[in-house]
């Protein structure tokens, strides 16, 4: 093995690094420093802050979101499924029946429950 064939992946590196830290070090260097309180105050608003940043979320807010990417993820595996589905034939059409059948399921427990509600 030769020192050749790792010229690409330095070149990769360094072009990179390039990428990454040029813009930084040129807005570094030819940026306006004009620093005054208000540009040195932890909030970007100008303002202080009126409520505690720690403050409790509703545990609902968590649900729907982890709702969505799940079904979400779920309908992303139709693509796939319906671009194959000449080659993958009826069996591949009854195990998505199947795992679709599923997701109706989990779909009305949830809805059910009232994890869908929002008060």
């Given at each position: 093995?030769?020192?050749?064939?790792?010229?690409?992946v330095?070149?990769?590196?360094?072009?990179?690094?390039?990428?990454?830290?040029?813009?930084?070090?040129?807005?570094?260097?030819?940026?306006?420093?004009?620093?005054?309180?208000?540009?040195?105050?932890?909030?970007?608003?100008?303002?202080e802050?009126?409520?505690?940043?720690?403050?409790?979320?509703?545990?609902?807010?968590?649900?729907?979101?982890?709702?969505?990417?799940?079904?979400?993820?779920e309908?992303?595996?139709?693509?796939?499924?319906?671009?194959?589905?000449?080659?993958?034939?009826?069996?591949?059409?009854?195990?998505?029946?199947?795992?679709?059948?599923?997701?109706?399921?989990?779909?009305?427990?949830?809805?059910?429950?009232?994890?869908?509600?929002?008060?």
């Amino acid at each position: 093995m030769s020192l050749e064939q790792y010229l690409p992946v330095l070149l990769f590196i360094v072009v990179g690094l390039l990428v990454g830290v040029a813009p930084q070090a040129i807005g570094y260097l030819l940026g306006p420093k004009k620093p005054d309180a208000a540009k040195n105050s932890p909030y970007e608003c100008g303002f202080e802050a009126f409520e505690d940043a720690r403050m409790k979320f509703d545990v609902r807010y968590y649900l729907v979101a982890i709702l969505f990417i799940l079904f979400d993820l779920e309908i992303a595996f139709l693509f796939p499924w319906a671009v194959s589905l000449k080659d993958i034939g009826f069996t591949g059409f009854v195990a998505m029946m199947i795992f679709l059948a599923i997701l109706v399921v989990g779909f009305a427990y949830e809805w059910k429950k009232g994890a869908l509600d929002w008060e």
